[in-house]
């Protein structure tokens, strides 16, 4: 089976730059996750959606962050303007029901 | 607060030897926990389970413990080998929620 997906691995930009972020999750999986892991710490959800619905956003810095997942499969991740704060490892993670989640490799995001 | 943590941050361990991870927990709703191991530069990866109405759980080489009185759980990796080195994370779920709660993560270093 496959896992989840997530392109790209690395991505380094300046403050103030955008970035985006893709993740493609394990067939089947209804639930899609985008965590953002700062370096020593454990991982914190940003929004989950359900299908291609936002189920929570709470953490979610909307005035920077946005996410969307078209046709309840893939999903995008965007930062728009990046900060120094910003730096750290985005996550996406896929489940079947709400119990077990999936993770893929992540991104690791640098801003300078 | 509703935070799941572990009490020691790193741990050191000797290869062959056993290796019990602590974390504690002080959500009363929750009713499912998992605990995660993280390599470098990978995604968490899933290890074992265990759901509320549990109190023990057994994988390969790994055991959880679950003791609802006093809000705590335990991973018990027996016979300890490199490929254990990692950082380990607890997370708890609330019963009908889909969202993981993480605490901060033990590394675990074994010593050959």
């Known amino acids: 089976e496959a896992g989840v997906a997530q392109s790209p691995r690395y991505k380094i930009i300046e403050k103030r730059q955008s970035v985006a972020f893709w993740c493609n999750p394990i067939s089947g999986h209804a639930t899609l996750y985008w965590y953002q892991q700062i370096l020593g710490q454990g991982p914190k959800l940003l929004i989950q959606f359900q299908n291609n619905g936002v189920v929570d956003d709470s953490q979610l810095p909307k005035d920077r962050f946005s996410a969307e997942r078209l046709k309840g499969v893939d999903s995008t991740l965007k930062i728009q303007p990046a900060k120094l704060e910003d730096s750290a490892v985005y996550l996406c993670?896929?489940?079947?029901?709400?119990?077990?989640?999936?993770f893929g490799p992540g991104t690791r995001l640098t801003v300078t | 607060g509703e935070s799941v943590g572990l009490h020691l941050p790193t741990l050191s361990v000797q290869e062959g030897d056993n290796s019990i991870i602590n974390c504690a927990y002080s959500n009363s709703a929750s009713d499912y926990f998992i605990w995660y191991k993280q390599e470098s530069g990978k995604g968490p990866q899933f290890i074992i389970d265990?759901?509320?109405?549990?109190d023990k759980r057994q994988g390969q080489r790994v055991t959880v413990l679950l003791n609802k009185t006093v809000k705590h759980l335990s991973l018990q990796i027996a016979a300890t080998q490199p490929g254990d080195s990692a950082v380990y994370f607890c997370?708890?779920?609330?019963?009908?929620?889909?969202?993981?709660?993480f605490g901060a993560g033990t590394t675990v270093t074994v010593r050959a």
């Open positions: 265990i759901r509320s109405n549990m």
């Open positions: 993670a896929s489940s079947f029901d709400r119990e077990k989640q999936y």
């Open positions: 997370a708890e779920n609330r019963a009908n929620d889909y969202k993981l709660s």
